[in-house]
């Protein structure tokens, strides 16, 4: 009996310790993510944690000085590129080293290897697009620049001496809960980062629900509810500019459009939200007399942020701002005499083109009056625990054939085609690692109209200020040259009067500088009025906050830096002031009783304003929103198939000039139902909605209550997020926030003899959950405070702000 009992505990304990060794689905080997000498504990800093200040690095060339602030944001300083770089990358590492591996991960199709068959989908959609493919057509084009070659090696030379470091205990939590180990970092890795912006700012489509759309209503009916132009646009170049050069011919417009017959994947849709603001004011505008820049993109909120804030300085160099985690350079910022922003163009950059192949094998298509081979391309996908995958991808002269047939189904930003080739900018070779280069040591308007030469993509509005007191800003990017609403619909892929018939020159782009209206600005909004002799896209982001931009601009006077920051966190709604009148004079309060009936009279007297406190605001989303569906669901929502619904302006236009509409009635009634019909079961529908999920009406009706969202960990780790933020504004408002989207970085720069900054993350430097300043700047993101940047000429001066100093020697 002792022997089986014996036998019975040895058995129970190999069990365990195996058991403590492995991982089990999700859950990582919980003996070593326990363990208290490596495991989780390990990754806590505590306040008593003493900052290391001297370190040893081979690679180095000579000794740098990081200056840590009370933010923890590293201030370099380097006596070469070289080791400038090698820094930047070695700091980055050491704060942000997993969600640099990860998102190279996700833009490689890689994320298989980590998680597993739940990240295939994903990761075959990546592949498909051509990220690989295009990540290496980049990476050889940054190569060929002996500057952009240099920051990058140097950059990867200092991730991987601060990789070389680590060890079980100092591993960042991420890969203990994931149980893998960092790789080496490639110069490619940087690439990918690229690839992964044109795909969030450029990936998009609309064609194949816009093709279907036309096939189910016909020309007359689609063109009318998707017109070229949205009405109420106030463009980024001012109207009414005029086009100094002699444009180029290009091709009449091609009737041989395609809609897809085959089978179509439904993927997640672009995201409204998603974009940014930028303005420059002139010095004759501004209380100091000196040019002031704001700039605050719109993207994903996530933990840790998208960006990562860092000081440069070397001979030559001296500049401040966010930087991508995994590449070098400042992207958005400001150096000792300019200063510099982004928004998206959301230029027409991508296209689909209807493949026909000469038989069931897919090896040939009809292209330009004969067969044509495809070039055949095998993407290997490791996969945790399983056998590797190897997936072939057919590539034409448009490009490759993302779906073949359901089989290869995935996700991605858009409504994917099947049995289409894809004609994406990102594919192209392009270095705008060279344009980010020469931007942080510009000096003047002519060095930054310079640097811009060499960007690519994804098309950006680059707004400027300088010390010289000149602002402007220019429509960047490789801008196809292409008729009139070419690539509305799926294209003709073996003709080729719908190919590319190349770029709009650099020269020929849309730019301004120093306009008489003092300032310049873009929100995503249309590049140009109707007089521009090029297309660049037959959509952009809705007018709203672009014109209300605009409008505040041209109305202020003796502008500071505390007006620019209350302008990037106004929250009036200027869709609520165009439609709302024309909705309630249109419905009138006739049958509306109690709580309805007082609704609708605070909704009167609103001042359109998306404050925390405002229940009018809470019910004009929901009301507009049950509006808009109860009018386009019918036709636009059929399960998955894919059918693009008319945007918002171009259904205010239908309720204000064509209440009696056919759009508005229900076929399925006897009666013929017009505008006030639909708003007022839409109203009464969204008054019981609000009541029945919040109660009665009252303080739980705000809209801080109403609005309420988090922030998210990267990998959706519950307790590394933040819940329950509150913020003013909505979609349509310059401080545009909604659920898991908002300004990522907020930035105002004056433009004195010494350059004035301030700006916030929603988070903090650190990528770790048990960090100080993994979340410290949260909250002063979310009450609209906007802190002053430490900006040091030198590494001896000196500043209370400095908590600590690191040297890393040769």
Excluded at 90 to 110: C, F, K, N, P
Excluded at 559 to 574: C, H, K, V
Excluded at 719 to 731: D, R
């Amino acid at each position: 009996m002792k022997t089986i009992k014996t036998l019975c505990c040895l058995v129970a304990t190999i069990c365990l310790i195996w058991a403590m060794q492995t991982k089990f689905g999700n859950i990582p080997p919980l003996g070593k993510f326990l363990n208290p000498v490596s495991g989780f504990w390990q990754n806590a800093e505590g306040p008593g944690t003493p900052p290391l200040t001297s370190l040893k690095l081979s690679g180095l060339k000579n000794s740098v000085t990081i200056k840590f602030d009370d933010r923890r944001i590293p201030h370099i300083f380097a006596t070469n590129n070289h080791d400038l770089y090698f820094a930047q990358g070695y700091i980055t590492a050491r704060d942000r080293l997993w969600q640099m591996d990860l998102e190279v991960r996700s833009a490689a199709g890689r994320l298989s290897e980590i998680i597993g068959q739940a990240a295939l989908p994903t990761d075959l959609y990546h592949r498909r697009m051509g990220m690989v493919f295009a990540a290496e057509n980049t990476l050889k084009e940054i190569m060929k620049d002996p500057d952009s070659r240099l920051a990058i090696n140097a950059y990867c030379a200092g991730v991987n001496a601060y990789i070389r470091q680590l060890n079980t205990k100092n591993l960042p939590i991420e890969y203990k809960l994931l149980d893998y180990n960092p790789e080496e970092w490639r110069p490619i890795n940087s690439a990918f980062l690229l690839k992964l912006m044109s795909e969030t700012l450029a990936g998009s489509s609309n064609e194949l629900a816009m093709s279907e759309t036309l096939q189910r209503l016909g020309w007359q009916k689609t063109e009318d509810l998707f017109p070229n132009r949205q009405s109420g646009d106030d463009p980024v170049i001012p109207a009414g500019t005029p086009w100094n050069f002699k444009a180029l011919k290009v091709p009449e417009r091609t009737t041989s459009t395609s809609p897809n017959t085959g089978i179509s994947m439904l993927t997640k849709p672009k995201i409204e939200g998603i974009g940014s603001n930028n303005w420059a004011v002139a010095g004759s505008k501004t209380q100091s007399g000196f040019p002031i820049l704001a700039n605050d993109p719109h993207l994903n909120l996530t933990y840790p942020s998208i960006w990562y804030q860092v000081q440069t300085t070397a001979p030559g160099i001296n500049a401040n701002g966010v930087s991508f985690p995994g590449a070098p350079f400042i992207i958005i910022g400001f150096n000792n005499c300019i200063s510099w922003g982004l928004t998206n163009v959301d230029a027409d950059v991508l296209d689909w083109y209807k493949i026909r192949f000469r038989d069931k094998t897919r090896n040939q298509y009809w292209y330009n009056g004969k067969w044509c081979n495809v070039i055949k391309r095998l993407e290997t996908i490791r996969i945790r625990g399983q056998q590797t995958l190897t997936d072939t991808v057919r590539y034409t002269v448009h490009g490759p054939i993302v779906y073949d047939n359901l089989s290869a189904s995935g996700t991605g930003p858009n409504f994917v085609p099947a049995g289409s080739a894809l004609r994406w900018i990102a594919h192209d070779p392009s270095n705008e690692f060279k344009t980010f280069y020469m931007l942080n040591r510009a000096r003047s308007y002519a060095d930054y109209r310079n640097a811009l030469t060499f960007y690519t993509a994804p098309a950006q509005n680059f707004v400027f200020a300088s010390t010289s007191k000149d602002v402007g800003i220019t429509v960047d990017g490789k801008i196809p040259l292409k008729n009139q609403g070419q690539g509305k619909y799926i294209l003709n892929g073996g003709d080729t009067a719908s190919n590319w018939h190349g770029f709009i020159p650099f020269n020929q782009l849309p730019a301004v500088k120093n306009p008489e209206r003092g300032f310049v600005s873009s929100a995503n909004q249309s590049s140009t009025d109707n007089t521009y002799p090029y297309y660049i896209n037959w959509r952009f982001s809705g007018y709203e906050r672009g014109k209300r931009i605009n409008e505040r601009l041209a109305g202020m006077g003796k502008i500071t830096i505390d007006s620019m920051r209350m302008l990037q966190l106004d929250d009036y709604n200027l869709r609520a002031r165009d439609i709302l009148p024309s909705m309630l004079s249109t419905m009138t309060s006739t049958g509306l009783n109690d709580e309805p009936k007082l609704i609708y009279n605070k909704l009167s007297k609103w001042s359109y304003r998306y404050t925390l406190q405002s229940i009018e605001a809470s019910f004009f989303e929901r009301w507009w929103l049950k509006f808009y569906w109860s009018i386009w669901a019918r036709d636009f929502v059929h399960g998955t198939h894919p059918f693009y619904p008319p945007s918002a302006d171009r259904t205010a236009a239908l309720l204000i000039r064509q209440p009696n509409s056919s759009w508005f009635d229900d076929p399925k009634t006897t009666n013929h139902e017009t505008a006030a019909d639909v708003l007022r079961s839409s109203y009464l529908a969204a008054f019981h909605e609000l009541e029945a999920t919040y109660g009665k009406l009252g303080s739980a009706w705000q809209w801080g209550k109403v609005k309420k969202f988090e922030i998210r960990h990267l990998a959706g780790l519950e307790g590394f997020g933040s819940g329950n933020i509150a913020t003013p504004g909505s979609a349509s408002t310059i401080n545009a926030i909604i659920d898991g989207h908002g300004p990522s970085w907020r930035m105002i720069v004056e433009m004195g003899p010494r350059v004035r900054a301030y700006g916030i993350l929603p988070g903090g430097e650190s990528g770790n959950p048990g960090s100080g300043f993994y979340d410290d700047m949260l909250s002063d993101w979310e009450n609209g405070r906007l802190p002053e940047l430490l900006f040091l000429s030198s590494p001896n001066e000196t500043s209370n702000r400095i908590i600590s100093t690191l040297t890393l020697n040769k």
